[in-house]
């Protein structure tokens, strides 16, 4: 129940297609849209196949440049198959904002920024952890570090000196030490502290913003009149309809959301011999396994045997996963072990399913290198051909232009295009000059 309650300020996964890998995001906001469906405000978080080549060699720079700067020494070198997956777990933060059916939502994850004083592994050693130390703006296609960088060191936190003695004087200057603003050996009693953190949570800094909008806003007004403007002005029509956008505003602004599990079979799912397709915990049972078809292996794993096989990349390269490197390709947008596929897969996205295929019958269809493909089995096809048309000018034509100058006018006529021009006069005086 738990893990299906998604609340604001969490970070999930959003599948927007059965093939390509999860989106990353975090709850913003949840509203409640008029037809009763849950939209979830979200921002949104980019993968490394996500940017250009160029802006990757930027971030790999920059996390060079602050492993030479680490004051600590260095960690133990990463095997290649950590540093692959590493980058697996590397995001980009963006300020942009999407709007997303709650629907969609497929789990919970974790998003930190990156720590400098914890080791890089840890990151590999918890499931569904994600890391970003860059800001990257779709729009400019930049990358930026972010401002809430992690200052820990002695250059960034003062040396604690440590306790005096008994009897040891303090020889600090105290006129430089900072402001004393409580004393434990205070004479107030905890009621009266009770008492005062009372008022204080009530009134907070109510009349000091009070003063500053006489000062600022109304100077020529009394406090008491601006105070019985502001009880009057509450008891009007205008402050109850007021009241009431906000309520409604407020009803529709969710704090948590109950997705269910989503348990519907993928169409990337590859059917077995029988027909029917096989499912991790479905009627095929817990330990069974098919062997892959075609004597081809997983192409992250190389496993010949898998639950459940789902087809990956290009139709024509006919690779497969099994279920583990499926759920890894999901939620990390990458293979466990790097494959030569795996370089095109980055570049392009994988192609529909053939369910997904049928479904947009109406639509563009595309090969898996994103090319169209012309419908050349129907007249009617939505890639048609526009006719390519040349207007030429007559001889006559290009003589009135340079005759009839003063009557055509041509840049009066060009500021003017919806008023006709008189082409019987024009061809007139283009006939009697020469005549003449």
């Given at each position: 129940?738990?893990?299906?309650?998604?609340?604001?300020?969490?970070?999930?996964?959003?599948?927007?297609?059965?093939?390509?890998?999860?989106?990353?995001?975090?709850?913003?906001?949840?509203?409640?849209?008029?037809?009763g469906n849950v939209e979830a405000k979200v921002v949104c978080f980019y993968r490394r196949r996500d940017i250009s080549q160029s802006?990757?060699?930027?971030?790999?720079?920059?996390?060079?440049?602050?492993?030479?700067?680490?004051?600590?020494?260095?960690?133990?070198?990463?095997?290649?198959?950590?540093?692959?997956?590493?980058?697996?777990?590397?995001?980009?933060?963006?300020?942009?904002?999407?709007?997303?059916?709650?629907?969609?939502?497929?789990?919970?994850?974790?998003?930190?920024?990156?720590?400098?004083?914890?080791?890089?592994?840890?990151?590999?050693?918890?499931?569904?952890?994600?890391?970003?130390?860059?800001?990257?703006?779709?729009?400019?296609?930049?990358?930026?570090?972010?401002?809430?960088?992690?200052?820990?060191?002695?250059?960034?936190?003062?040396?604690?000196?440590?306790?005096?003695?008994?009897?040891?004087?303090d020889d600090r200057d105290q006129s430089k030490l900072e402001m004393k603003i409580w004393d434990p050996e205070c004479p107030l009693?905890?009621?009266?502290?009770?008492?005062?953190?009372?008022?204080?949570?009530?009134?907070?800094?109510?009349?000091?913003?009070?003063?500053?909008?006489?000062?600022?806003?109304?100077?020529?007004?009394?406090?008491?009149?601006?105070?019985?403007?502001?009880?009057?002005?509450?008891?009007?029509?205008?402050?109850?309809?007021?009241?009431?956008?906000?309520?409604?505003?407020?009803?529709?602004?969710?704090?948590?959301?109950?997705?269910?599990?989503?348990?519907?079979?993928?169409?990337?799912?590859?059917?077995?011999?029988?027909?029917?397709?096989?499912?991790?915990?479905?009627?095929?049972?817990?330990?069974?396994?098919?062997?892959?078809?075609?004597?081809?292996?997983?192409?992250?794993?190389?496993?010949?045997?898998?639950?459940?096989?789902?087809?990956?990349?290009?139709?024509?390269?006919?690779?497969?996963?099994?279920?583990?490197?499926?759920?890894?390709?999901?939620?990390?947008?990458?293979?466990?072990?790097?494959?030569?596929?795996?370089?095109?897969?980055?570049?392009?996205?994988?192609?529909?399913?053939?369910?997904?295929?049928?479904?947009?019958?109406?639509?563009?269809?595309?090969?898996?290198?994103?090319?169209?493909?012309?419908?050349?089995?129907?007249?009617?096809?939505?890639?048609?051909?526009?006719?390519?048309?040349?207007?030429?000018?007559?001889?006559?034509?290009?003589?009135?232009?340079?005759?009839?100058?003063?009557?055509?006018?041509?840049?009066?006529?060009?500021?003017?295009?919806?008023?006709?021009?008189?082409?019987?006069?024009?061809?007139?005086?283009?006939?009697?000059?020469?005549?003449?």
């Amino acid at each position: 129940m738990a893990a299906n309650m998604y609340r604001v300020g969490d970070y999930v996964f959003f599948e927007n297609s059965s093939s390509n890998p999860y989106l990353i995001r975090r709850i913003e906001e949840l509203n409640k849209t008029a037809s009763g469906n849950v939209e979830a405000k979200v921002v949104c978080f980019y993968r490394r196949r996500d940017i250009s080549q160029s802006l990757i060699q930027l971030a790999d720079k920059h996390a060079k440049d602050l492993d030479e700067e680490k004051e600590s020494p260095s960690e133990p070198e990463l095997s290649e198959k950590q540093k692959h997956q590493l980058r697996h777990r590397e995001l980009f933060l963006s300020r942009q904002y999407e709007s997303l059916p709650a629907t969609h939502i497929r789990g919970k994850c974790s998003v930190a920024l990156l720590n400098e004083t914890e080791a890089v592994l840890s990151y590999l050693e918890k499931e569904d952890t994600f890391f970003y130390s860059l800001v990257y703006d779709p729009t400019q296609k930049t990358l930026l570090a972010d401002k809430g960088e992690i200052r820990v060191g002695p250059r960034f936190q003062a040396d604690v000196p440590e306790m005096l003695q008994e009897g040891e004087p303090d020889d600090r200057d105290q006129s430089k030490l900072e402001m004393k603003i409580w004393d434990p050996e205070c004479p107030l009693t905890n009621k009266q502290i009770d008492q005062f953190l009372v008022i204080a949570r009530y009134v907070f800094d109510a009349f000091k913003i009070l003063h500053i909008l006489a000062l600022s806003c109304l100077p020529w007004k009394s406090l008491t009149s601006i105070i019985e403007y502001y009880y009057m002005w509450k008891t009007t029509d205008r402050y109850v309809q007021q009241k009431r956008l906000k309520a409604a505003e407020a009803e529709s602004k969710l704090k948590q959301v109950y997705i269910p599990t989503y348990n519907k079979p993928n169409p990337n799912q590859i059917s077995v011999s029988n027909g029917k397709m096989a499912t991790v915990n479905g009627a095929a049972g817990t330990g069974s396994f098919h062997t892959a078809g075609g004597g081809r292996a997983c192409e992250s794993c190389f496993a010949a045997q898998s639950a459940q096989w789902y087809s990956w990349g290009p139709p024509n390269m006919q690779c497969r996963l099994c279920v583990s490197c499926w759920m890894y390709w999901k939620k990390y947008g990458g293979l466990k072990m790097p494959s030569r596929a795996e370089g095109e897969e980055e570049k392009t996205p994988p192609s529909p399913a053939p369910n997904e295929m049928r479904s947009r019958g109406h639509g563009a269809r595309q090969s898996s290198h994103m090319v169209p493909i012309r419908n050349s089995g129907s007249p009617k096809s939505s890639m048609k051909t526009k006719q390519a048309f040349l207007l030429q000018a007559t001889r006559l034509t290009k003589l009135a232009r340079h005759m009839c100058r003063d009557l055509i006018r041509l840049r009066r006529a060009a500021r003017r295009p919806f008023v006709p021009i008189n082409c019987g006069a024009i061809k007139a005086e283009c006939k009697s000059s020469l005549n003449s």
